[in-house]
């Protein structure tokens, strides 16, 4: 059944089914045993720090975590539930139809049935912590505002807020308002899902000079778009679900050349190449 996804869609590359606990349960051929191993690893933490991040696309009573894709500039990643316990990853190269792939996957997703799943450990949804609202109390406490954030956020219909975080994981600077707290709480969680992204790239593809270049993670009440930075930082930003993610994703990237005023010296470089 995972053989469909690389024999019908077009660009397509590899598909692996595990579980939450991060053990494969299945994969297409021409894939080795370490590597099914390795991004099944990859794929559980991914998912995990992806329903943690939640509270930062907004709030709501239905968080429900929906997808995953990581994009390199050699290829993509996407990662879906499959079932109360388990995931599907597919990856595929740069010119794949996306709507084609996550179609198919949602296809093999209902094929695959419950004797294919496993009850998970913890479910992230059920207990979802909750933010409390900026106070006059913390006026002193935000974070530096970054103009081009907050001109980012006011101008996309549905923009909530962004925070830019750099190579140690520390927040840098976030948009006008936004909760200390959640910036600093939501820093781990987005760093450790930018480091991931990038442990999965040979999954997209062999390419030695493949860069990752963001990762999108959509739920049902809002989306999360983590994006490269240059000397390992990343821009982290958060809007509504019927945003244009298009035109979001174009401005945060247009301006991620201004953000390196915001950054410690570019000591850490080499943490841009996988």
Request: glycine share 8%; with cysteine.
């Amino acid at each position: 059944m995972l053989e469909d996804i690389v024999n019908n869609v077009p660009s397509a590359r590899h598909a692996v089914l595990l579980s939450a606990d991060g053990l494969p349960r299945g994969a297409t051929a021409g894939m080795t045993a370490e590597g099914v191993n390795t991004i099944s690893a990859a794929m559980a933490g991914m998912q995990s720090l992806s329903r943690a991040t939640a509270p930062f696309a907004g709030q709501g009573q239905d968080r429900q975590w929906k997808q995953t894709v990581i994009e390199f500039s050699h290829g993509w990643i996407f990662l879906v539930a499959a079932g109360q316990g388990a995931y599907l990853a597919a990856a595929a190269a740069p010119d794949v139809d996306m709507q084609q792939i996550t179609f198919r996957m949602q296809q093999l997703v209902g094929r695959l049935g419950r004797e294919l799943t496993s009850p998970p450990r913890t479910v992230a949804e059920e207990q979802p912590r909750r933010w409390r609202s900026p106070s006059p109390e913390d006026s002193g406490q935000q974070r530096s505002s970054i103009p081009g954030l907050d001109e980012v956020v006011s101008q996309v219909p549905g923009a909530r807020h962004a925070v830019l975080l750099a190579a140690d994981g520390l927040p840098r600077g976030a948009t006008r308002g936004m909760d200390p707290d959640l910036a600093d709480t939501i820093a781990a969680a987005m760093t450790g899902m930018q480091s991931l992204s990038r442990a999965t790239a040979p999954f997209a593809g062999a390419d030695p000079d493949r860069q990752w270049l963001q990762t999108v993670v959509e739920f049902s009440h809002g989306w999360i778009f983590l994006i490269a930075a240059g000397h390992g930082a990343c821009l982290a930003a958060a809007a509504a679900h019927d945003t244009d993610i298009e035109d979001i994703t174009t401005r945060m990237h247009r301006l991620v050349p201004e953000l390196g005023q915001y950054l410690s010296a570019p000591a850490r470089e080499t943490a841009d190449q996988t």
